[in-house]
């Protein structure tokens, strides 16, 4: 908001806004929206770019469609719905948007019960099947995150046990997790994710950095493995050694995630993966994800976003305040359903 | 992007190089002597001592800690040393020996001190990591026990040494080079390879730049972190014995005194980032050298003693001045 107050203060004719509702509230992107009303009145002149589709078709006026840093489109916001821009900026419908599910009912690998953390989480039970993708729906607070921690022994559970193929796993620190075989793609991708002033190769190994350290780090060997991901994930970069905070938020992102790929794990936690990226880096993490459940490993997979829950899992738990409060198989998912328990309205507590 | 990105680069990895060899040239201009070997190699040796200790301020400060103790430490180590050599060459005399008697007197020394060393070093650690206290207070309250004890040991007096053979070794040339160059160089070629090419190393860097990050990624934050003061304090232990017997005593007033200053800069004008995450150990033997070159300069050239802290001040922080402006360019503000 500050940074805004201040792009405005200089009293400009011209105004270039770069994704300026990432960090916004609802409340404040109402508030950013009169204002560009506003500017707009006084013939100001607004560049504004932005992932967000509905908000581009609320106040724009023209729409340019750019896909891998070439024009696609120009065209009256009269003249384009948001289907058809999502269509244009991922290059293939947009019902082709996530991959097809393939549910694997196979053994229980991940088992917890009873897990509970002081004041933020209760009771914590369920299993996750072999190659599952177990999605965790909810509000933002309800403890998803929290959980995926605690899975990880980054915190610590007050009582409850965590079982992987029947035998009880002992968290004291967070290798414990990454040893066992759990990786985790955390929510908060520049906190806790990467490091941006790391380049792409030094986090791409920096979990699993004693796989190239044995005992001196092979640079070779380090450069080999960052080469197979970036081909992979068709991952953006200008080098191998261009630092973090050069890269757009979705090739971060897909760094991220080979990064917590990296440590060949069996179990893999992957919380918000698309939050602030564009919908192609999204598409390519949808099938990303389901490679890797068709591989065989399984993924607890934590959204706000309906939409992908509902198209990536093959059952949903949804949580609200610390507890599980329901249970939803594939064929029954609905935004509706979903939210009578992410709310309340369903589910008790 | 592809073409600015790496001249950019460049400057921040080649900068306290150039800014040696721009100082040699000057210094050569202004003094032509400054360039006899027999000047370069006593210049070598002075800040060698420091140097050492600088190595290890290195992995610290790049992990995001500082360590003002190293001075006091070294006082209480080099005590140590002298107070071990003198009680095992007089516990010797009484079976006459010989050369293996000398030879073990000023093992045991070294060993004592680097013991400590490194135990003053894990009780820094300990207490910014397990004790959960900034690493500026601990190491300021440890600056003050360690001169403090050296003090009582000593009496405020002057540690003697009795063997003649250790002030020799602390005097001694090997091809023409001085002992403590040596141990200097070697300890950097060593260090910067742990720094760069093993786990910890990598560690090092990690938890400077983003310790959230690092608890994520499985590290495991306190031990790096406390490995890293351990570092310092074995430097320290070295650095004890190549200056106790330099002199062949040890004031226990004066021994170490602005060390932490000397190490510190050292490592600033090196490159080697205030905020942590990143450096170079390299750096940092360039940052001593650039030190030990201006020190010299202006012994030779008359100025004042007493003026030599005042370039020194200003040669430190237009160093991070610089730095801040390599590292912010093209960069909006945070």
Avoid at chain 2, 11 to 16: A, Q, V
Avoid at chain 2, 74 to 85: C, E, K, S
Wanted: net charge positive; with cysteine; charged share 20%.
């Amino acid at each position: 908001m500050v940074e805004i107050a201040k792009a405005i203060a200089f009293d400009s004719r011209f105004l270039i806004m770069d994704e300026p509702t990432t960090m916004l509230t609802s409340k404040e992107v109402e508030i950013l929206f009169r204002l560009i009303e506003r500017l707009k009145a006084h013939g100001v002149t607004i560049v504004y770019i932005s992932h967000k589709l509905k908000e581009v078709k609320r106040i724009c006026d023209r729409v340019m469609v750019l896909r891998d840093g070439e024009f696609i489109s120009l065209e009256e916001i009269a003249n384009i719905g948001i289907d058809e821009m999502a269509r244009r900026m991922v290059g293939r419908e947009l019902k082709e948007i996530f991959p097809e599910k393939k549910p694997a009912a196979g053994e229980v690998v991940l088992s917890v019960h009873n897990l509970s953390v002081e004041g933020l989480l209760h009771d914590i039970s369920f299993d996750l099947h072999v190659g599952e993708v177990l999605g965790f729906a909810g509000l933002i607070g309800a403890g998803r995150t929290e959980l995926a921690e605690t899975i990880m022994g980054l915190r610590r559970a007050e009582s409850g046990e965590i079982s992987l193929r029947g035998k009880p796993l002992q968290l004291r620190k967070p290798w414990d997790a990454v040893h066992a075989g759990l990786s985790y793609l955390s929510e908060d991708r520049q906190g806790s994710g990467i490091i941006t002033s790391f380049d792409v190769v030094k986090n791409i190994t920096l979990t699993s950095l004693r796989e190239y350290a044995k005992p001196f780090i092979s640079q070779k060997a380090e450069i080999e493995k960052s080469k197979f991901y970036v081909d992979r994930f068709s991952i953006k970069i200008p080098s191998l050694f261009a630092k973090l905070e050069q890269l757009s938020g979705g090739n971060q992102q897909k760094v991220s995630l080979a990064k917590s790929i990296d440590t060949q794990p069996k179990i893999i936690i992957i919380d918000e993966p698309t939050r602030g990226i564009d919908v192609k880096a999204k598409r390519d993490i949808y099938v990303f994800v389901r490679g890797l459940a068709n591989a065989g490993i399984s993924v607890i997979f934590i959204s706000s976003e309906l939409e992908e829950i509902i198209g990536m899992c093959d059952r949903v738990l949804i949580m609200r305040s610390g507890r599980i409060v329901g249970e939803l198989p594939s064929e029954k998912l609905s935004e509706e359903e979903i939210m009578y328990f992410a709310t309340g309205i369903k589910g008790g507590y | 992007m592809a073409v600015s990105i790496p001249k950019k680069l460049s400057l921040d990895k080649y900068g306290p190089l150039i800014a040696l060899v721009a100082l040699v040239i000057v210094s050569t201009i202004l003094y032509p002597r400054f360039i006899e070997i027999r000047n370069l190699l006593n210049i070598l040796r002075q800040v060698s001592y420091t140097g050492i200790i600088a190595l290890g301020m290195t992995f610290v400060i790049i992990s995001g800690g500082i360590d003002l103790s190293v001075g006091s430490m070294t006082a209480l180590a080099g005590a140590f040393a002298i107070l071990t050599l003198n009680a095992v060459t007089q516990g010797l005399m009484m079976f006459s020996p010989g050369w293996l008697g000398t030879l073990l007197s000023i093992l045991a020394a070294a060993a004592v001190s680097i013991v400590i060393g490194l135990a003053a070093g894990f009780v820094n650690g300990f207490l910014v990591t397990k004790g959960r206290i900034a690493p500026f207070i601990v190491t300021l309250g440890t600056m003050a026990i360690f001169r403090s004890l050296t003090l009582y040991i000593g009496k405020a007096g002057e540690f003697r040494s009795v063997s003649s053979s250790y002030g020799d070794m602390g005097m001694s040339v090997i091809l023409g080079i001085p002992l403590p160059v040596w141990i200097f160089f070697i300890l950097a070629a060593l260090l910067s390879f742990v720094l760069n090419r093993t786990k910890f190393g990598r560690y090092v860097c990690a938890v400077g730049s983003n310790e959230k990050v690092a608890r994520y990624s499985a590290i495991n934050v306190d031990k790096v972190r406390l490995i890293s003061y351990v570092i310092v304090g074995l430097m320290v232990g070295i650095t004890a014995v190549l200056i106790s017997a330099r002199l062949n005593s040890l004031s226990s007033t004066n021994a170490g005194k602005d060390y932490e200053m000397d190490a510190i800069a050292a490592v600033v004008i090196g490159g080697t980032a205030m905020t942590g995450g990143k450096g170079s150990v390299w750096g940092s033997v360039i940052g001593a050298m650039i030190l030990g070159i201006i020190n010299n300069m202006l012994n030779m050239l008359g100025v004042s003693p007493y003026l030599q802290g005042l370039v020194k001040g200003i040669v430190i922080i237009g160093a991070v001045s610089i730095q801040r402006g390599w590292f912010n360019n093209g960069r909006t503000e945070k």
